[in-house]
């Protein structure tokens, strides 16, 4: 089996929990599932993403650990931050969730066209 196949932690494991959204450590773990990733698909070609990435990820894990039960969903961290004003703050969790989002939308455009047989990578890209 492919090793996109055998990741213990994936997106689509998640449960959203029905009034409060997106759990934010399951998330969070499932973001840092996919650093390997990047890894198998071209340590150069995609070390600009991955720094990027993991720089995310550990923005909005810092926030999380200053309260866990505060911040137990991605929806209430972007609302905390909203309403204290700094939501478009650099280097904020609600910027990098942004920017994280960006990035796991263009894996998946990559990865689409690969699956559709794209062998170029700067095609692909």
Request: charged fraction near 25%; include cysteine.
């Amino acid at each position: 089996p492919s090793f996109l196949l055998v990741l213990d932690t994936r997106f689509s494991d998640i449960e959203l929990w029905e009034e409060e959204g997106i759990p934010t450590e399951e998330f969070l773990e499932s973001c840092y599932a996919i650093v390997p990733v990047l890894d198998k698909l071209g340590p150069t070609v995609f070390a600009p993403v991955k720094m990027d990435f993991v720089g995310n990820i550990k923005k909005i894990n810092q926030k999380f650990i200053t309260n866990k039960e505060e911040f137990d969903t991605l929806q209430k961290i972007v609302l905390h931050e909203v309403n204290a004003g700094v939501a478009q703050v650099r280097n904020s969790a609600t910027e990098a969730l942004l920017w994280l989002k960006r990035g796991l939308k263009f894996l998946k455009g990559f990865l689409t066209e690969v699956k559709n047989g794209e062998k170029n990578i700067q095609t692909a890209l």
